[in-house]
Structures are given as C-alpha cells and as structure tokens.
Nanobody
Framework: QVQLVESGGGLVRPGGSLRLSCAAS????????MSWYRQAPGKEREFVAR????????AYADSVKGRFTISRDNSKSTVYLQMNSLKSEDTAVYYC???????????WGQGTQVTVSS
C-alpha cells in the first residue's frame, strides 16, 4: 500500500524558513519522480517543485525559484522541501506527490499546512 506522509509544516513569520519532509512507503522510492504541490484557500492546487529519481534533475515554479530547494534521500525514502525567505503568499497546504514520469504522479500525501504570518 502506497503511503506518503508529509511533516514539518507550521506557522512562520515572513522571511523565515521551514523544511518539509515526505516519508514514502509501499513502492520503490528510488524509481519514482517526486514532487511538491500546494493549495491555498480558494485556489487550485499548483506545482511547486519536482526532482528526478536519481536526483539529477529538478524543476521549480517561478514563484519559488531561488527560495525553495527540493532534495531527496533514497536511503530513507524521503523527499524534502527547504523553504527560505517565506512570504505570506506561500501560505497553503503542501502536498507530496509520486509518479513514474516527469509529470504529476498518481500518488498523493494528505498534506501539511504552512502558514506565513506576522
């Protein structure tokens, strides 16, 4: 059974940092492309970042480029999202996603709330 469990969300002030984690199980993690998405209240879910299976390639939404970094540890079956210089517009539920292709995958986590507010 595929499971993706996000953690690390919380309340942070503008300019602050958070690191999200997504622990995966139930599939061969090292073979899967991993992504982060987010959904703000009243908005559609949007792409944030993606990393290839051997960590060779990464991609970011323009809105987070230079501030967020996606990484993975295949030995721990975990993908991370380091978020720096957070802004109020980064407030959203952040979701982990897994798939076999360089696109939105079939598997989703339950999400973790990130709130950026003073």
């Amino acid at each position: 059974q595929v499971q993706l469990v996000e953690s690390g969300g919380g309340l942070v002030r503008p300019g602050g940092s958070l690191r999200l984690s997504c622990a995966a199980s139930g599939f061969t993690f090292s073979n899967y492309v991993m992504s982060w998405y987010r959904q703000a209240p009243g908005k559609e879910r949007e792409f944030v970042a993606r990393i290839s299976a051997p960590s060779t390639y990464t991609a970011y939404a323009d809105s987070v480029k230079g501030r967020f970094t996606i990484s993975r540890d295949n030995s721990k079956s975990t993908v991370y999202l380091q978020m720096n210089s957070l802004k109020s517009e980064d407030t959203a539920v952040y979701y982990c996603n897994a798939g076999r292709r360089w696109a939105t995958g079939d598997y989703w986590g339950q999400g973790t709330q990130v709130t950026v507010s003073s």
